[in-house]
């Protein structure tokens, strides 16, 4: 089945560096990816749409320059936290639509923490 | 963007059906249902989807009433490891598509 691969599942950082997250189609090609954050006890908030060989398509609220998203490859999507603060400490989730069986499918998550 | 109801909270015993309901009733006619569910602390596990027709999977069915404003999701023998948070999702399209996810409802399968 379609899978896609997540990580690093979970990430430790100091506030001010910066924490590359990365997201990877392992079986099929995927133009968009879309990543989403989750804290505690809440639902999924969509952050931003990522197209491949395009700018990724933020959300209200989202801070473009906080977040950086690259969909370089058609099986690649990075997000990057830039100069992480403890309030971006959160669970952030990625996945992968495949067209041809009209699904969106989701990788494990990878849980931030910033000290 | 349509957006989605579902109850808070929902139990269900061990081998009996699960059935959780959700109302869309924003939903447009090219709006596909999607139904996914989240174990805790795991990524959302796709289950099915549809447009107008009942479908059924290996997984679950999805009934969807003939004016398309709501919908429920039938687990038809549920087991302890169903216990998770439902979410039902209008993909939402705008150029682009988009899943929005609601509130979803926790089930839990008691033993």
């Known amino acids: 089945g379609a899978v896609v691969s997540q990580h690093p599942s979970w990430v430790i950082c100091k506030s001010g560096t910066s924490v590359k997250i990365e997201c990877r189609s392992l079986?099929?090609?995927?133009?968009?990816m879309f990543w989403y954050r989750q804290f505690p006890k809440q639902s999924l908030m969509l952050m931003a749409t990522s197209n491949e060989g395009s700018k990724a398509t933020y959300e209200q609220g989202v801070e473009k320059d906080k977040f950086l998203i690259n969909h370089a490859s058609l099986t690649l999507s990075t997000l990057t936290v830039t100069s992480a603060h403890p309030e971006d400490s959160s669970f952030y989730i990625c996945?992968?639509?495949?067209?041809?069986?009209?699904?969106?499918?989701f990788g494990a998550g990878s849980r931030l923490t910033v000290l | 963007d349509a957006k989605t109801t579902q109850p808070t909270s929902m139990d269900c015993a061990e081998g009996r059906a699960a059935n959780l309901p959700c109302n869309h009733s924003?939903?447009?006619?090219?709006?596909?249902v999607y139904w996914y569910r989240q174990i805790h602390s795991q990524g959302p596990q796709y289950i099915i989807h549809?447009?107008?027709n009942n479908e059924t999977n290996e997984m679950a069915s999805l009934i969807i009433t003939e004016d398309r404003k709501s919908s429920t999701l039938i687990l038809p023998h549920a087991t302890l490891r169903d216990t998770a948070v439902y979410y039902c999702i209008v993909r939402v399209t705008s150029g682009t598509y988009k899943y929005i996810f609601g509130t979803g409802t926790r089930l839990k399968v008691l033993a």
């Open positions: 549809g447009l107008k």
């Open positions: 996945s992968a639509y495949r067209g041809g069986a009209n699904v969106l499918t």
């Open positions: 924003t939903i447009s006619g090219n709006e596909y």
């Open positions: 079986d099929f090609q995927a133009t968009t």
